[in-house]
């Protein structure tokens, strides 16, 4: 039996999907009228979600978008990231490179996929003009993707 709100989570590849599927209660068999509720998040509404958040300047909401530990990979550096507050704190005191942005619009090429993670090269336009490339790992997480392994490009 599932604990009550124990979250199941599938991973579908082929739609570069997560769903989530929340148990009504311990005893939800799926044969009473209480079915499970789904939330499905693809890696575009992922990065949607990103920009949103960038372009409110809101660091604690880009934070929990980071998987703990992840990895930031620079030519010649890595930076392994062991709390959210570390990516928090990396946001909120670097907020001036977005100066006068008020429109992120990221393109999504997905890479490759497994049932562990999705790989996205992801081209950031700011006023409509490209400005900055990654490459996101990002790992399935209870409530949607989290970003594991960034790379700039």
Avoid at 9 to 38: K, L, N, W, Y
Avoid at 139 to 145: K, L, M, N, R
């Amino acid at each position: 039996m599932q604990p009550l709100d124990e979250t199941l989570v599938a991973f579908h590849p082929p739609q570069r999907e997560m769903t989530r599927v929340h148990r009504i209660s311990e005893h939800d068999t799926g044969v009473s009228c209480s079915a499970p509720s789904v939330a499905v998040m693809t890696v575009s509404e992922f990065f949607a979600d990103y920009a949103e958040a960038l372009l409110a300047r809101d660091a604690a909401a880009i934070a929990r978008m980071y998987a703990v530990p992840a990895l930031i990979v620079f030519p010649g550096r890595s930076i392994p990231v062991t709390d959210e507050a570390e990516t928090e704190a990396f946001f909120a005191s670097n907020w001036d490179q977005y100066e006068g942005v008020d429109e992120a619009s990221p393109q999504v090429d997905v890479l490759a996929e497994s049932a562990a993670s999705v790989w996205a090269d992801v081209t950031w336009s700011y006023g409509g003009s490209p400005r900055e490339r990654f490459c996101y790992q990002l790992v399935p997480a209870a409530d949607g993707y989290r970003i594991a392994v960034l790379t700039p490009l």
